[in-house]
């Protein structure tokens, strides 16, 4: 989990993730507005923007993990 702060409006499309070597994983991306701290085990506001099974490119490769929509 990570906290995202910006002077301005964004918007994510896509992220990066670099794994220990290739297989095929499902992935879960979940966001939220404010801060995760007390939010980490329950659904109450978060969001799923990714949930697909990927294949990732092998050790230290970067995998793009791109969204169905854009989160702002």
């Known amino acids: 989990m990570f906290?995202?702060?910006a002077v301005?409006?964004?918007e994510i499309n896509?992220?990066?993730?670099?794994?220990?070597?290739?297989?095929i994983d499902l992935v879960q991306v979940?966001?939220?507005?404010?801060?995760?701290n007390?939010?980490?085990?329950?659904?109450e506001g978060w969001v799923l923007v990714f949930d697909e099974e990927?294949?990732?490119h092998g050790k230290n490769q970067e995998t793009e993990l791109r969204f169905?929509?854009?989160?702002t």
Not at 30 to 36: I, L
Not at 68 to 71: D, L, Q, R, T, Y
């Open 3 to 5: 906290i995202l702060q």
């Open 8 to 10: 301005r409006d964004v």
């Open 14 to 23: 896509s992220i990066y993730t670099f794994v220990r070597g290739s297989s």
């Open 30 to 36: 979940y966001t939220r507005q404010g801060t995760y």
């Open 38 to 43: 007390g939010y980490e085990a329950t659904d």
């Open 54 to 56: 990927i294949l990732s």
């Open 68 to 71: 169905s929509s854009k989160v």
